[in-house]
Structure formats: structure tokens, C-alpha cells
């Protein structure tokens, strides 16, 4: 698939206006603070569009119109999993994380409940999770421009990322807001048309139902119910308090402000999943021998007019590139915030922190794209950490936000450790040859229940002795 | 209209005011907060 002169000039516009927002971000950036949480004070509407940006990758778009054109709506009632996961989120966890002053990673809110301990395992764990997923991204990346351009993977995929490493450290997370709201306000423009002029199209709403196979439109499609439920169970799970998530929580005026605006993009982020169906069965009406993943792209190429289309084309890049940075940011803050400040220079001042999450950018950077490209078995086996975050970290931060809320500690110190390493064995074991799945139960689902069940046994057993050492609470700075 | 033309329109109505929102509040944030200060 290639594009036309103005497309790539377009496309090739989007990089400089990119690299722009990055310096004017670098000079809005002054302080640690400004570089990892917007100086908190992040508008409603910024929050908003950052989610929006961040949880729409190469997976909420291309991908999912692909899952629409061969499953049909049941990918809809799968999805859900991640709506009620932000509007779960937004309604009871994010406000009260923001209300428990100036935070800045998930480590900072596990050490206020369970100490040190539980501090160093979260930010290892999280540090994991972020160089991970950002590798991940690093190969979409390069995969769209090699669609887009037809040129080869490789040099694609260091352009790409040389230029996101570059703005994302010269402006922290203020070049990742505005490269976000950029991105977000063209994508979802972009799409939303491309859906409307597809389903215009295949001549209207009611000819497309009624032209469609009926099993498209059947909600459990050709789907087991157990395929559903273990969809539906990764969507609930697997981004629920995700560092990058969290760090945006902390970074609004309030915790009113974080209410609204992670609330606001839960639901909406169900609405946008409806038109990207749309656009997948539009494409199964239009376009009946197409390679899946090229249903998207190839609707944005034949349908949409001059210029839009390298607008649209620009976005798609740009939901990679915009899930990438903020990754690759959320990375460099907590490595700065979790390993550097916790374990190799205590009394930091802000002028060094910033410093070294600058350096911390250029090196994960660096090491993302080595990894990618030239590891992949190692790689492979890192993405094993995305899986892990749900049955280590989730269940003891949600128990300590939902019993104690921001201002109490009800749940015992020493009970979050045992309770992370039990729900991560539980989840490994349970998918191994050894063990095998018993009872169909998803090995996630077995280590969610295994870290609760530890947490209610090791909370028992330890809530009489004091909190001492590793164990002791840290404060957090009101604010 | 039929539900799933319904369906169909509003997601899309939401949408555009969501992007619409976003615009208007950009823009206002630029006001109050002007990013050389």
C-alpha cells in the first residue's frame, strides 16, 4: 500500500509538528514535577484525551476493525471488559489514588499502604511492564510505516522511535499530552468520517444489516462462552491500574478533576469501539477478499478523499507513536521515582531527578528498540510481565483504595508481599503443562483469587504486629 | 430508524462532541495557561 505525494507530505508534516510540540513542551518543563505529572494541573478535558490517546493504539484500531470484519459485534460485548475496568476506575480508585496527595507512580501508592517492600516490588514489576509494552509498540510502529510506506521494517522502526525518544525527553509528559490531544482529535475525527462514508457506502445502516451474514450481528457470534468470558476477563484485567494510567491520575488539580475526566473517557471509549465495529462490518460488506488486517486501512485508502486519508494515515502512526511515549515517559519517571531515588541517591535534588529521568528516556529508548529488533525470544519472554501486573499488583492496591480510601490504612503491611508472590506463582503454574488450566479457569482469573486469598490469610496473621522496617507506611506530601 | 442505525449515530454523535469538546477546551486552556510563560 503506498500514498500519494500530498499524503506523505502530510504524513511527513506530522513528524515536524511532533518534534514542535516536543520543544515548546521543553520549555513548560522545568521542574521533576512538570516532567513526570504536568506540574499537576492537568485540565479535565487534557485528562480526557490523554486516556483516550493512550488506550487507543495500533490494537483499538486497526485491530479491532480487523476482529469486527471475521467475529463480528461480539468483539463489542469482549470489549466491554475494558470499559467497566475505567469506568470501575474512574468512579471509585482513580479520584481516591489523586486524593492521597502528591504521588507519582504505583510505587508511591503501594508504599503508602505496605512500606518499602511492597514500594521495590511495585516499581521493579511496573519498570518491567513499561520497557515491555513500549518494545511492543516500537514494532507496531514500524509495522504501520512499512504499511504505509512500503519501505523496509528495520531503519522504519528506528526512524520512528529516534523520533519519539527525542520529543518525549525533551518535554516529558507536557510533549506527550499535546502529541496526545493531537492524535486523539485527528484519529478520532478520521475514523469516525472513514466509518460513516463506509457505511454510506454499503448503502446505509439498515442495507448493511440487512446484507451482512446474520452471525456477524449474533451477539455470542461463533464465539464459545468461554472465549467470550476469557476475552472479556483480559479486557477487565489487563490495563486495570496501569502505570501509565496511574501516572496520569496524579497529575490533574484534584481528585474531582481525575473523577470526571477518566470517567468521561470510560464511556466514551464505549461509543468509539462502536463506530470502529462499524467500520469492520462495513468492510465485510465492501471488501470480501481482504487480509483482515488490512480492513482499515484499505477502507481509509479507497473511500476517504485526498488529504484526509494522509491525515488518517498520520494518526494511525500517531496512535502507536502516542502509546509509545507515554510508556516510554511513564518508564523514565518511575525508574527515576522507584529505582534511582529509592536505591542509589536518597536526597535527589529536583534539579538531578529531572536530569535523570531525561537520561533514563535516551536509555530505555535505546534499549526498547535494541530489544525489539534484535531479541526476540527474550523479548517474548518480558511480554510475560503484562500478564503478571493483573494477579500481583491489582488486587492489594484496589483492596487498600476501596477499605481504607486515601487517609486510612486498614489492611495489614505485611500482607501485600506474600500476597504479589502468591497471585504471580498461581498465575505462571496454573497455564503450565503441569497443571494445565483446571476447570477452564483462565490462569490470570487463578492468580487474582490465589493473591486474594493470601492477602485475607497474611492480613489475618499479621494485622497485631506493628509496621516496622520495610514494612513501615511512607508518607505522601498533601496535595 | 432502526436501533442499530440508531446505535450507529449516536456512537458517531458522541464522538464528534467528544472531539469537539476537546477542541474548545484546548483552546481555552491555551487562554488561561499559555505554554511560553
Known amino acids: ?30 521542574r521533576f514535577d512538570d516532567y513526570a505529572v504536568a506540574g499537576r494541573r492537568l485540565p479535565v478535558v487534557f485528562l480526557f484525551a490523554t486516556m483516550a490517546a493512550t488506550a487507543t493504539g495500533g490494537a483499538a484500531t486497526v485491530g479491532r476493525a480487523s476482529q469486527a470484519y471475521q467475529a463480528g459485534i461480539v468483539i463489542f460485548a469482549a470489549t466491554m471488559g475494558f470499559v467497566l475496568n475505567q469506568l470501575l476506575s474512574g468512579l471509585f480508585l482513580a479520584p481516591r489514588i489523586r486524593a492521597i496527595g502528591k504521588l507519582y507512580t504505583v510505587g508511591d501508592v503501594m508504599g503508602f499502604y505496605y ?91 439498515d442495507a448493511l444489516v440487512s446484507g451482512l451474514d446474520p452471525v456477524l450481528l449474533s451477539p455470542a457470534g461463533t464465539w464459545p462462552t468461554s472465549q467470550i468470558v476469557a476475552v472479556f476477563v483480559a479486557f477487565l484485567l489487563g490495563e486495570a491500574l496501569a502505570p501509565y494510567f496511574v501516572q496520569r491520575y496524579a497529575a490533574t488539580k484534584s481528585p474531582s478533576d481525575t473523577r470526571w475526566g477518566v470517567t468521561l473517557f470510560g464511556a466514551y471509549y464505549g461509543f468509539y469501539t462502536i463506530v470502529v465495529i462499524a467500520l469492520g462490518l462495513a468492510g465485510a460488506m465492501l471488501l470480501s477478499d481482504t487480509e483482515p488486517d488490512l480492513v482499515l486501512t484499505t477502507i481509509v485508502r479507497d473511500f476517504l478523499p485526498l488529504g484526509l486519508k494522509g491525515l488518517v494515515f498520520a494518526a494511525l502512526l500517531a496512535a502507536v507513536m502516542s502509546t509509545g511515549d507515554s510508556i516510554l515517559n511513564n518508564a523514565s519517571v518511575i525508574f527515576t521515582r522507584d529505582i534511582y531515588r529509592m536505591f542509589l541517591r536518597h536526597e535527589a535534588s529536583d534539579a538531578r531527578m529531572l536530569l535523570w529521568a531525561r537520561i533514563s528516556t535516551l536509555a530505555i529508548g535505546a534499549a526498547g528498540v535494541a530489544a525489539a529488533l534484535s531479541l526476540p525470544d527474550v523479548f517474548q519472554l518480558l511480554i510475560y510481565t503484562y500478564t503478571l501486573w493483573a494477579p500481583s499488583i491489582v488486587p492489594p492496591l484496589v483492596v487498600a483504595l476501596l477499605w481504607g480510601g486515601a487517609r486510612q490504612r486498614r489492611v495489614a503491611p505485611r500482607a501485600a508481599v506474600p500476597a504479589i508472590v502468591a497471585g504471580m506463582t498461581t498465575t505462571f503454574l496454573w497455564g503450565t503443562p503441569l497443571l494445565g488450566e483446571p476447570l477452564g479457569i483462565p490462569p490470570v482469573v487463578a492468580g487474582v483469587f490465589a493473591n486474594l486469598l493470601v492477602l485475607y490469610l497474611a492480613h489475618t496473621a499479621t494485622r497485631n504486629m506493628a509496621p516496622t522496617g520495610i514494612f513501615r507506611a511512607e508518607e505522601v506530601e498533601a496535595g | 430508524m432502526s436501533f442499530w442505525g440508531l446505535l450507529f449515530y449516536v456512537s458517531t454523535a458522541v464522538v464528534y462532541i467528544a472531539v469537539g469538546a476537546t477542541v474548545v477546551g484546548w483552546i481555552r486552556s491555551l487562554r488561561s495557561d499559555p505554554p511560553h510563560r
Open chain 1, 115 to 205: 512500606g518499602r517492600a511492597a514500594r521495590a516490588l511495585t516499581g521493579l514489576l511496573s519498570f518491567l511492564y513499561s520497557v515491555t509494552l513500549f518494545g511492543v509498540q516500537l514494532l507496531a510502529m514500524g509495522r504501520i510505516l512499512q504499511t504505509i510506506t512500503g519501505l523496509p521494517l528495520v531503519p522504519l522502526t528506528i526512524a520512528g522511535s529516534i523520533v519519539t525518544v527525542i520529543y518525549t525527553g525533551l518535554g516529558g509528559i507536557w510533549a506527550v499530552i499535546y502529541t496526545d490531544l493531537l492524535q486523539f482529535l485527528v484519529l478520532a475525527f478520521g475514523i469516525t468520517t472513514a466509518a460513516v462514508v463506509a457505511v454510506h457506502a454499503a448503502g446505509g445502516v
Open chain 1, 1 to 30: 500500500m503506498s500514498l500519494g505525494v500530498v499524503d506523505l507530505a502530510i504524513l511527513l508534516l506530522y513528524f515536524v509538528v511532533v518534534i514542535a510540540l516536543g520543544y515548546t513542551a521543553m520549555r513548560k518543563t522545568k
